[in-house]
């Protein structure tokens, strides 16, 4: 596996890096050892699946608060998606930025969204799934969200959404200073 730094600091695109032959490819997606030795332990307690029948659906700006944070390994194993990840985490020097990354099942991408870090993303084909692993284990409940088009943010989305939860666009505005 290949760590990518992002410009928030513990966002990274983890690169699979596929062993080919006549028969197709294999590639390690975790590895505990390795997260690690790149100095992002993540050991996850769960692993959940998103699909998306609908082109243009967008999920997010989804994050736990603190004492229930989790940190998430996303990964599309079919179709595509534009994967964005919001600083909520006062005091860092990234707070209320974004970065994003293109995740499909061709590139093998994934982006590992730290304890802190509001995550969403939009689908940009159907048929598309989105697979998490996650630490520690969801609490239901316990949940909370940001806007996906809060200009506080200022998120540069690749289309605008055609599917969207009602909890998801009815996030309030974001209120909680200039850090």
């Not at 290949?2 to 080919?20: C, K, L, N, Q, Y």
């Not at 603190?66 to 964005?84: M, Q, S």
């Not at 806007?147 to 605008?160: C, V």
């Amino acid at each position: 596996m290949r760590f990518s730094p992002t410009p928030i600091a513990g966002v990274m695109v983890v690169d699979a890096e596929p062993h080919a032959d006549a028969r197709g490819a294999f590639a390690r997606l975790h590895c505990p050892e390795e997260f690690a030795a790149a100095g992002h332990p993540f050991e996850p307690a769960q692993t959940s699946v998103s699909r998306n029948p609908t082109a243009l659906t967008l999920r997010g700006m989804h994050h736990q608060p603190a004492p229930y944070a989790e940190t998430k390994l996303v990964r599309v194993t079919r179709g595509r998606v534009y994967d964005v990840a919001v600083d909520l985490r006062r005091g860092s020097p990234t707070f209320r930025q974004w970065t994003a990354a293109e995740l499909s099942a061709d590139n093998l991408k994934a982006l590992l969204i730290p304890e802190g870090v509001a995550h969403g993303f939009i689908t940009l084909e159907p048929d598309t799934d989105v697979v998490y692993q996650i630490t520690p284990a969801f609490r239901p409940g316990r949940e909370a969200g940001v806007r996906w088009n809060d200009p506080a943010f200022g998120i540069a989305w690749p289309s605008q959404p055609e599917l969207l939860s009602d909890r998801d666009a009815s996030y309030p505005d974001f209120g909680w200073g200039e850090g």
